[in-house]
């Protein structure tokens, strides 16, 4: 007697294709965005349940890598807001350094009065730019 391996090697390439896949989807939803450096937060922290608002330098809006008016993010916001009553909802958003900070700001007042109580501001540390203490 002796055992059959395609059904485990059939296993293996959907699970090396979904990988391949998802890696690369991944990579398509984060638009490429010049962030300010600053050191920021001392842990990273990357939420898979937040939504990501990208500001590109031309003054533009992008949710999942697609561009979108201002009214329209701040309606999936605040759609977002209603259907989430317990937690909060929480924003990323990353802003081109080079921005001019009307479109930022227009979009931190939207956010705001869509009920957003705080977002975060993404931001790339520093080459050289110290750890979190009590690191080496």
Known sequence: MGFDMTPMIDVVLQLIIFFMYTTQFSQVVRSEVELPLETGEEE???QTDEIIIDV???STYLVAGVETSLDDVI???RAEVEASVDEPVRVLVRADKTAPARPLNELAERLALAGVKSWRLGTERPRGAPEAEGTP
């Open 75 to 77: 309606a999936m916001v």
């Open 44 to 46: 990273a922290v990357e």
């Open 56 to 58: 590109r330098a031309d």
